[in-house]
């Protein structure tokens, strides 16, 4: 049998307060349209994977027994989407509206990087390999 850190991740699904807001905010920005939708959750295909955004109130039902974070408790994670241009895309970004947390920045492990927040709290970075 596979170890399951040698397999994909497929899935990453986040917990969302305000669904319609943040739904919005991922065609517009990352100009997706979702795979599958209803009333509490849309599912967006990424090149390597899906993002599911699903409305928070459906999310105790998954955790159980475990707790939610409330989207005051601040960033626990950062998704990364490689590009060729992060000055380009950061451009881009500030076009849709989007405030760029930080960068575009050179990290000294030789990657320029932004970051952005989500309407819901998560955090996304874009990253370009420096050479």
Do not use: C
């Not at 943040?22 to 349209?33: M, P, W």
């Not at 599911?52 to 994670?77: C, D, Q, V, W």
């Not at 990087?113 to 996304?124: K, L």
């Amino acid at each position: 049998m596979k170890t399951l850190g040698s397999m994909n991740v497929d899935v990453i699904t986040l917990f969302v307060e305000d669904f319609q807001k943040v739904k919005t905010f991922y065609q517009e920005v990352f100009g997706i349209q979702a795979v599958y939708e209803d009333e509490v959750s849309a599912v967006f295909n990424f090149a390597n994977m899906s993002v599911n955004l699903l409305n928070i109130s459906e999310s105790y039902e998954l955790m159980k027994p475990g707790t939610i974070a409330t989207h005051e408790s601040g960033s626990r994670f950062l998704l990364t989407i490689r590009v060729d241009d992060v000055d380009a895309v950061s451009a881009e970004l500030k076009k849709r509206g989007v405030a760029l947390l930080n960068g575009p920045i050179d990290r000294p492990w030789g990657v320029r990087t932004a970051s952005f927040i989500d309407p819901a709290g998560h955090a996304w970075e874009i990253a370009q390999q420096l050479a």
